[in-house]
């Protein structure tokens, strides 16, 4: 059976995102229309293909949502620099934990960021 790697990927979104959405804005206090509005996210599959997933909106087998709603309305495109420089993890939960400190990290560089 094949091994299972956990990524972390950035997709920029559209600024649009800031004033349209109350939830994202509350989110950011931080932000100060400087740099950019990010998602971060964690997956199994590639980057590429995941953010392919958010914006087709693609459902699961149990007809379950795949996609982010945020990033299927404001998502640009993926941040590679942002995130090419960490590894691949083996296990959801440190992609989990690694999800959530590079989001707080980019948010303390006074980015705008949504994640999960």
């Given at each position: 059976?094949?091994?299972?790697?956990?990524?972390?990927?950035?997709?920029?979104?559209?600024k649009?995102?800031?004033?349209?959405?109350?939830?994202f804005r509350?989110?950011?206090?931080?932000?100060?229309?400087?740099?950019?509005?990010?998602y971060?996210?964690?997956?199994?599959?590639s980057?590429?293909?995941?953010?392919?997933?958010h914006?087709?909106?693609?459902?699961?087998?149990?007809?379950?949502?795949?996609?982010?709603?945020?990033?299927?309305?404001?998502?640009?495109?993926?941040?590679?620099?942002?995130?090419?420089?960490?590894?691949?993890?083996?296990?959801?939960?440190?992609?989990?934990?690694?999800?959530?400190?590079?989001a707080?990290?980019?948010?303390r560089?006074?980015?705008?960021?949504?994640?999960?």
């Amino acid at each position: 059976m094949p091994k299972i790697e956990y990524r972390v990927y950035v997709v920029e979104l559209s600024k649009k995102v800031f004033t349209e959405n109350r939830k994202f804005r509350e989110a950011n206090p931080q932000f100060n229309g400087v740099l950019e509005c990010l998602y971060v996210g964690m997956t199994s599959k590639s980057p590429k293909e995941r953010f392919d997933q958010h914006k087709k909106g693609t459902l699961s087998k149990k007809g379950y949502d795949l996609s982010s709603s945020i990033v299927k309305k404001y998502g640009l495109y993926l941040r590679g620099s942002l995130y090419n420089h960490i590894p691949p993890f083996s296990t959801r939960a440190e992609a989990l934990k690694m999800e959530k400190i590079l989001a707080l990290e980019l948010r303390r560089k006074r980015y705008a960021v949504w994640f999960n």
